[in-house]
């Protein structure tokens, strides 16, 4: 049987491992790339996991002035589905990260979901 001071060790230790993984997988996650699209791919933004945005690329047939609201329109659906798509990316990589620790079906760690 452990001691209580052995138990304290191995619970820090766990601790830091968590935290250094933490560590990794937000860099991971700020090195994939996701690309929201909107218009039919008339404005498309890119972004990492992590949710910061990288790009934002719109088409020269928008650049009219009475397509100014469309473009600005466009412009947050394609925000918007960037933003999607690294909420499910990051969301997948830490469902990943947290079934490699070992811990039960449906336990969240705090920052984790």
Do not use: C, H, W, Y
């Not at 009219?64 to 394609?78: I, N, S």
């Amino acid at each position: 049987m452990q001691s209580m001071e052995e138990m304290i060790q191995a619970a820090q230790k766990a601790a830091e491992q968590i935290q250094s993984q933490m560590g990794e997988m937000q860099t991971k996650l700020d090195a994939i790339e996701v690309e929201g699209t909107a218009g039919g791919g008339l404005v498309t933004v890119k972004a990492s996991a992590k949710g910061r945005i990288l790009r934002v690329a719109i088409d020269e047939s928008l650049m009219k002035p009475e397509e100014k609201q469309m473009v600005e329109d466009l412009v947050t659906a394609a925000f918007n589905d960037a933003r999607d798509k690294a909420d499910r990316v990051s969301n997948e990589e830490m469902q990943k990260m947290q079934g490699g620790l070992g811990l039960p079906p449906g336990f969240n760690l705090p920052g984790m979901g």
